[in-house]
């Protein structure tokens, strides 16, 4: 299963969704994450037209895009129903922004961990 497919599943896109559907999913799943950016990084991601011009060069778009994963992760992982130990795939410090260290830093040492 594929980076997309994974999401696409957890997003409840189906084949028949057309493409301002799957928008419109992907920001009520962002939630407080679904800065217009933000749509715009995932969308892209997923493989959608995005609703607004990306003009980053490749990797700062790479980097924005881990970023918000990584803060949509900690987002859905502070929700009740997700509050059940986890494992969690720790990636090389480097790969991600210090907004998301920062973060990833918070939650961990809030929950003991």
Not at 43 to 49: I, P, Q, S, V
Not at 76 to 105: C, G, I, N, W
Request: net charge neutral.
């Amino acid at each position: 299963m594929g980076r997309s497919s994974l999401m696409t599943q957890g997003l409840t896109f189906v084949p028949e969704d057309t493409a301002a559907q799957r928008l419109s999913k992907l920001e009520v799943r962002l939630g407080a994450l679904a800065s217009a950016e933000d749509v715009a990084l995932l969308a892209d991601f997923l493989g959608l037209r995005p609703p607004t011009r990306l003009q980053l060069n490749p990797e700062l778009q790479r980097r924005k895009t881990i970023d918000l994963l990584a803060r949509w992760n900690l987002a859905l992982s502070a929700h009740p129903l997700f509050q059940e130990p986890v494992s969690v795939y720790v990636m090389p410090v480097d790969t991600f922004s210090a907004r998301a260290e920062k973060a990833a830093t918070a939650v961990f040492s809030e929950k003991g961990g």
